[in-house]
Structures are given as structure tokens and as C-alpha cells.
């Protein structure tokens, strides 16, 4: 799991690799990944968008950015978490 703090907006993500949506032998691996996005500032806040670069071992970078997350722009208050799955292709068994 890796987590940022920016802002008194706590970010963790955790990843893991689904053989069952992988073919390796065609360079095709998939990965679902957990967020969670946690409230430890003073102040209500809500998710309006989402930018980030998930690389693979080749160095192949591919961006992800939109409005919210999965359909939602949720509002936090302060302690509370977020949570959402997602997922990802890549074309190495390794990534960040």
C-alpha cells in the first residue's frame, strides 16, 4: 500500500495483480486497485476530479484524469473516508 498526504487529504492505494483478467503470454496483464481517500483536515471537503500516471516495467506511462470517480464527486467531512475499485491494463507484470 502506498499513501500521500497533501493538504490534510490522505490518499492510499493498494494494488493486486488478477490472473483472471491477465493473459501473460500475449502481454496482457490486469491490475484492480483500492483508493482510499480519507478526510484528516479541519475542513469539509469534496472530490471534484482525479489526475494521475500509472507506468509499467517498460516505462509505458498511461493518464488518468476526470471528473470525480466512478460516476461520484463525494464530500467528505472531516474523518471521514472514501473508498472505490478500480482497474488497470498493463503490458508488464510490474507497475506503479
Excluded at 80 to 88: D, E, I, N
Aim: charged share 15%.
Amino acid at each position: 500500500m502506498v499513501t500521500q498526504l497533501t493538504a490534510g487529504i490522505q490518499v492510499s492505494v493498494e494494488s493486486e495483480y488478477n490472473a483472471k483478467q491477465s493473459n501473460p503470454l500475449a502481454s496482457h496483464y490486469f491490475f484492480v486497485y483500492s483508493i482510499t481517500i480519507k478526510n484528516i483536515s479541519d475542513d469539509t471537503v469534496q472530490l471534484k476530479k482525479r489526475h494521475w500516471f500509472i507506468y509499467d516495467s517498460n516505462g509505458i506511462k498511461s493518464e488518468v484524469e476526470g471528473v470525480g470517480v466512478v460516476g461520484e464527486q463525494p464530500v467528505l467531512i472531516p474523518g471521514q473516508s472514501y473508498q472505490y475499485v478500480s482497474g488497470c491494463h498493463l503490458l508488464s507484470d510490474m507497475g506503479r
